[in-house]
C-alpha cells in the first residue's frame, strides 16, 4: 500500500482538496514588498524573492551568497539580531534605511526565524515621518476607553469595527465569529452605505478550511492590497538548506490561495484585510476587512488595527460571560440548592429523587433520564422506555469522555429522529466509569431558517473527460434555509453546571466508598477476631474432652464387671458422644485454617485425583456394593489438590452415606461451556434432597437427619466444599429429585 501523501501546493489545489492545501508554503510573496533569506550566524543572503531589482535597484542573482551588510548598515544589522532575541510580536517591525542606487529608501522590517534561517521582509514605508508613541495613543486613547466601557459582546464587537473603518478608511469592516462546527457568522458590521448588508449571514465552514484557521491562530494580521496581483516567486525556488519549499508561515508578504483569491473576485473584493481574534489561546472569530478597489493599508495603522484585535481578543470572554448575566446568575442559584440536597443524600437514587425537576434547571433542559445503580429514573418530558435501552447502549459503546453534548443528536444517532421533538439535543454525564452511571439530558427540536450568504453547498464543473471540479461558489446573496433535527445549543455555563453537578455527586460516592471501607475493615477484623476465637476454642477443647473421652473408657475396661448395664450403657454414650463433639471440633478447625491459610494451585490431573479418593472410599466400606463411574478425560483443572481432594471426598462420600439402595452409584463427569470456564458434576442414586432444602444444604451445622440417621455427621463437610470453591473463583450448586438423587454442579474457571 502506497501511504505517501500528497503535498497540495497552489498550482495543485482545487475546492476538492483545498482542506489539504499547504498554503504555507506557496513558493512566492506579494508584490508589495521584498523578502530575503538569511543563513546565521553571519547572516548570508541564500534566497530572494524576484522583485528585488523593482524595491532594491539589485537583481535578484547579484544579491544571493551576499552578507546582509551589502545592504545594511553595522548598527542596522545588530537591530536586527537584537531582535531575534526577544518577542517577534513586541519587536517588529523596524525601520531600516537602504541605499538603493541613487537614492536612500526607508523600509518596515519585520524579522523572525523559521526552519533554520531567519527571514527578513521589507515594506516601503509610504510616509517618511515615523509615528511616535504620542501619535499612537492619539489613535488608540479614546477607542480603547470605549471598548472598556462596553456593557455587552454586541458592543464591544459594534465599536472595534466603526472604530477601524473610519481609522482605514475600508469599504466594509466585520466580526466574523466561529461556531462550533467551524462555521462562520457575521456578527457585527460597519460599511459605506450603498454596500449590500451581511450582518447576519453565516458562511459554511468549506470557506475557511482548516490550513488558514491554523494559520490565523498563529499570524495574527494578514493583508492583500490588490487581489489581482501577480505573485512573486522565491529565487531559488526551495530553501537552500533543506531543498524543500521555504515554510512562510508567519510572513506577512505571503502569497495567497487561488481559491481565496477566485473566492474574492466573486464577492467583487479588490483588496482585504483580516485580524484574528482569539479566545483563551484558541482562534475565536475574525475582524474581516473588505475593500472594493486597490488598497494598501500602511505599516503604523495596520499595527493599530492589530492592536485592537487583541484589546477586543482580552475582553472576549468577559463580555460573553457578562451577557445574559441574569440567567446565569439564577442557574448558579439553582445549582447552589442542587449540590446542598445532594450533600444531604445517601445515596445516588435518593439524591436524584431530592433534587427533581431541578435537575433539568441547571442546564436549561426539558427532559432528563438518569441510570445509576442499575435503575432508571425519568424526569420531565422523555421518549418511550423501549427508546431509552438502546441509546444508553450507544452512549455506553460511542461516548469516551465525562461530558458530550450535541444540540444534533439525529445527525449522530439516526434513531433519534422517531423521538426528535423531544431530545434533539442531548447533554451526557459520566458519573462513574466502572458502575457505567449516566445523566442524560434532552432539548427538544426548534426548527430555525439560517440565512447563508449564498448556497453553502460546493458547486462543480463538469470537465470534458466527465469529472467534477470543484469551483468557489459565485452567489453571495442571502440564501434560507431552514434547518431541523436542532435544539438550543448548549451554552458552556449550562455545562459547567453539569460539571459542578459530577463533583457533588462524587462527593456522595466517596463517602459511601469510605463508609464501605470502614466497614469492611471491621468485618475483616471481625472475621479475624472470629477465626482466631474459633481455633483457639477448638484447640483448647480438645484437651478435656480427649480427657473425658478417656477417662470413660478407662471405667468400662477396669470397673466393667461390677458397673450395672444401666451405668455401661451411659458411659458408651458418652464416648459416643464425646468423639462426635471431636469430630465438630475437627471441623471447626479445618474451616478456620481454610479463610487463613494460602493457596497452593497447580495444574491438578481429576482423573487421578478422583481414582485416588475412589480407592480411599472403597477400601473403608468392603461391606458396599460402590460402583463410581469416571468419565475417561476429565480436565485438567488449576487449584489446590489437597483441598481439591477435600472437595471431592466428601461429595463422593455423602453420594454413598446419603443413599438406601443396595447397589450405589456415583458418576463424575464434564460438560462443555460456552464460557471460558469447566463444569463438573457429581451425580448419585442416593434419597435426593426436597426442593425446600436445597437452599440451605451449604449452610453450617445444617443436617437433614436425625442425628444417628445414615451414620450420624457433624454438618460442616458442605459448608467446607462451598467455602474451598469459592476461595478458587469457582460456583457449586445442586439439582435433586427427592427419593431418585442428587447432582452436584461443580463451575471452575480454566487457568
Not at 477566485?262 to 474581516?288: D, H, P, R, T
Not at 444508553?392 to 459503546?397: D, I, P
Not at 439516526?414 to 439535543?425: H, L, M, T
Request: charged share 25%.
Amino acid at each position: 500500500m502506497n501511504n505517501k501523501i500528497e503535498i497540495i501546493t497552489a498550482d495543485k489545489v482545487n475546492l476538492t482538496n483545498c482542506d489539504r492545501e499547504q498554503i504555507h508554503i506557496p513558493g512566492s510573496i506579494q508584490p508589495h514588498g521584498v523578502l530575503l533569506v538569511l543563513q546565521e550566524p553571519e547572516l548570508d543572503i541564500i534566497q530572494v524573492s524576484n522583485n528585488t531589482e523593482e524595491w532594491l535597484n539589485i537583481l535578484p542573482e547579484n544579491l544571493l551568497n551576499q552578507n546582509i551588510k551589502y545592504l545594511l548598515e553595522p548598527q542596522q544589522i545588530d537591530s536586527i539580531r537584537n531582535s531575534l532575541t526577544g518577542d517577534f510580536e513586541y519587536l517588529n517591525p523596524l525601520k531600516l534605511s537602504i541605499q538603493c542606487g541613487d537614492e536612500t529608501k526607508l523600509f518596515n522590517s519585520i524579522v523572525h526565524h523559521n526552519n533554520q534561517v531567519i527571514i527578513l521582509e521589507l515594506e516601503p514605508c509610504q510616509i517618511e515621518l515615523e509615528q511616535d508613541f504620542f501619535q499612537f495613543y492619539r489613535l488608540t486613547r479614546h477607542t480603547i476607553t470605549r471598548i472598556q466601557k462596553s456593557a455587552s459582546l454586541q458592543e464591544l464587537c459594534s465599536i472595534v469595527v466603526k472604530e477601524i473603518r473610519q481609522l482605514t478608511g475600508l469599504d466594509r469592516v466585520m466580526i466574523y465569529k466561529f461556531h462550533v462546527d467551524n462555521s462562520g457568522e457575521i456578527i457585527a458590521e460597519a460599511k459605506r452605505e450603498n454596500l449590500e448588508p451581511y450582518l447576519g449571514l453565516h458562511y459554511p465552514a468549506s470557506d475557511i478550511p482548516e490550513s488558514s484557521r491554523h494559520l490565523y491562530s498563529i499570524n495574527y494580521l494578514r493583508i492583500i492590497p490588490d487581489i489581482n496581483y501577480q505573485p512573486v516567486e522565491l529565487f531559488p525556488k526551495n530553501n537552500p538548506l533543506t531543498n524543500q519549499p521555504l515554510d512562510l508561515s508567519f510572513s506577512v508578504l505571503r502569497s495567497v490561495s487561488p481559491i481565496h483569491i477566485e473566492y474574492l473576485q466573486n464577492m467583487g473584493v479588490k483588496a482585504s484585510m483580516s485580524i484574528s481574534l482569539l479566545k483563551e489561546g484558541k482562534l475565536w472569530g475574525l475582524i474581516a476587512c473588505h475593500h472594493y478597489s486597490i488598497k494598501y493599508i500602511p505599516y503604523d495603522l495596520r499595527t493599530v488595527c492589530d492592536f485592537f484585535g487583541q484589546v477586543m481578543s482580552v475582553h472576549i470572554t468577559t463580555k460573553e460571560e457578562h451577557d445574559n448575566l441574569d440567567y446565569k446568575i439564577h442557574l448558579k442559584s439553582i445549582q447552589s440548592q442542587v449540590i446542598t440536597a445532594i450533600s444531604k443524600s445517601e445515596n445516588l437514587l435518593t439524591a436524584f429523587t431530592n433534587i427533581g425537576e431541578k435537575l433539568l434547571t441547571i442546564v436549561g433542559a426539558t427532559g432528563a433520564i438518569v441510570y445509576a445503580e442499575g435503575e432508571l429514573q425519568k424526569i420531565g418530558e422523555t421518549f418511550k422506555d423501549e427508546e431509552i435501552e438502546p441509546l444508553l447502549n450507544w452512549v455506553k459503546t460511542n461516548i469516551k469522555t465525562d461530558i458530550y453534548y450535541t444540540d444534533s443528536l439525529p445527525k449522530v444517532y439516526p434513531p433519534a429522529n422517531e423521538f426528535k421533538e423531544i431530545a434533539s439535543g442531548l447533554l451526557v454525564l459520566e458519573i462513574t466509569k466502572v458502575q457505567k452511571n449516566y445523566v442524560l439530558w434532552f432539548r427538544p427540536e426548534v426548527s430555525q431558517t439560517v440565512n447563508w450568504a449564498g448556497n453553502p453547498q460546493k458547486h462543480g464543473k463538469i470537465e470534458s473527460d466527465g469529472s467534477i471540479t470543484l469551483l468557489p461558489r459565485k452567489s453571495f446573496a442571502k440564501w434560507l434555509e431552514t434547518v431541523e433535527c436542532h435544539s438550543l445549543p448548549w451554552q458552556s455555563y449550562e455545562i459547567e453546571g453539569a460539571q459542578e453537578l459530577k463533583s457533588a455527586i462524587l462527593g456522595i460516592l466517596m463517602r459511601k466508598m469510605a463508609k464501605l471501607a470502614e466497614i469492611n475493615l471491621e468485618l475483616e477484623q471481625s472475621n479475624s477476631d472470629l477465626d482466631s476465637f474459633n481455633y483457639i476454642a477448638s484447640h483448647d477443647l480438645k484437651e478435656p474432652l480427649r480427657g473425658i473421652h478417656n477417662y470413660a473408657t478407662f471405667l468400662m475396661e477396669d470397673y466393667g464387671e461390677i458397673i450395672e448395664q444401666d451405668g455401661r450403657q451411659k458411659l458408651e454414650t458418652l464416648v459416643r458422644l464425646t468423639q462426635r463433639m471431636e469430630d465438630l471440633i475437627n471441623a471447626l478447625l479445618f474451616l478456620s485454617r481454610l479463610g487463613r491459610q494460602a493457596l497452593h494451585k497447580a495444574p491438578i490431573n481429576l482423573n487421578e485425583l478422583i481414582e485416588n479418593v475412589s480407592e480411599v472410599i472403597r477400601m473403608s466400606k468392603p461391606n458396599e456394593s460402590i460402583e463410581i463411574i469416571t468419565m475417561e478425560n476429565l480436565p485438567i483443572i488449576y487449584g489446590d489438590k489437597i483441598l481439591m481432594e477435600e472437595v471431592f471426598s466428601n461429595l463422593i462420600n455423602n453420594a454413598v452415606k446419603y443413599n438406601k439402595k443396595t447397589h450405589k452409584t456415583v458418576e463424575i463427569g464434564y460438560k462443555q461451556t460456552e464460557e471460558s470456564a469447566c463444569l463438573i458434576y457429581v451425580k448419585d442414586n442416593g434419597i435426593g434432597i426436597r426442593e425446600k432444602h436445597i437452599e440451605t444444604i451449604f449452610k453450617l451445622f445444617k443436617r437433614l437427619h436425625g442425628k444417628d440417621k445414615f451414620g450420624g455427621g457433624t454438618g460442616v463437610g458442605l459448608t467446607i466444599v462451598k467455602k474451598i470453591i469459592e476461595r478458587h473463583g469457582g460456583q457449586i450448586w445442586l439439582e435433586s429429585n427427592y427419593g431418585e438423587g442428587t447432582t452436584f454442579y461443580i463451575k471452575l474457571l480454566e487457568n
